[in-house]
C-alpha cells in the first residue's frame, strides 16, 4: 500500500496540515512518511540579506550562517519528534526523514522514492505577485509530483484548500 507523504520546510509548518495528514493515514491504514527538508535556499537567502545590509561585511560569518542552520536542524528534529510521538499514540506506521537541499528538489525525490498516494505540505505565505514573479514550488511540487497534492497554509491559520476538493494557492 502505498503512503501518505507529508513535507515540512522551516518556512512550511502549519499544525492543520500535520493533523490532516496524520487523519488521513490513520483513515486508511496508510504509513506516514515524513520528509522534513532543511531548505539551503533559506540559509543562502539569510547570507544574502546580511551581506545586502551589510551587517557582518561582505562576507558573512561562518558562525553565524551556520548557527542559522543548526537552528534550522534543530527545530527540523523538534518537529520530527513531535510528529513521531502523534503518530504513535494514534497507532499510525511512520518514517521520519531530515534532508538537506532545495525545497523543490528534495520534495520531488521524496514522491519519486516513496510514491506516495497522496502529499501533505504547507505553502509558505508571500504575496500573489511574488509567486506569480518567482513561481511557487508547491505549485511546481502538485504539477509534477503524480498524486494528490493537498496544500495548506503555513502556520495555523487553517486550510487552503478548497471544500469541494481543490486545492487553493494563495
Do not use: W
Not at 7 to 31: K, N
Not at 112 to 118: H, K, M, N, S, T
Not at 133 to 156: F, H, P, Q, T, W
Amino acid at each position: 500500500m502505498k503512503p501518505t507523504l507529508l513535507i515540512l520546510s522551516p518556512s512550511r509548518v502549519s499544525s492543520t496540515c500535520v493533523q490532516r495528514a496524520l487523519a488521513s493515514a490513520e483513515r486508511a491504514g496508510r504509513e506516514l512518511v515524513v520528509v522534513y527538508v532543511l531548505d539551503t535556499t533559506l540559509s543562502d537567502g539569510v547570507q544574502e540579506r546580511i551581506q545586502d545590509f551589510g551587517f557582518v561585511g561582505d562576507v558573512p560569518s561562518t558562525r553565524f550562517l551556520d548557527a542559522v542552520r543548526e537552528e534550522h536542524r534543530r527545530r527540523g528534529e523538534a518537529e520530527l519528534k513531535r510528529i513521531a510521538g502523534l503518530a504513535t499514540e494514534r497507532g499510525i506506521p511512520f518514517v521520519v526523514e531530515l534532508v538537506a537541499g532545495e525545497f523543490l528538489r528534495s520534495s520531488l525525490a521524496a514522491a519519486e522514492r516513496f510514491a506516495p498516494d497522496e502529499i501533505f505540505v504547507a505553502q509558505q505565505d508571500r504575496p500573489a505577485l511574488s509567486r506569480l514573479v518567482i513561481g511557487s514550488d508547491v505549485k511546481r511540487l502538485e504539477r509534477d509530483a503524480g498524486c494528490e497534492v493537498n496544500v495548506y497554509r503555513s502556520g495555523d491559520r487553517g486550510a487552503s484548500k478548497d471544500p469541494k476538493g481543490g486545492s487553493a494557492r494563495g
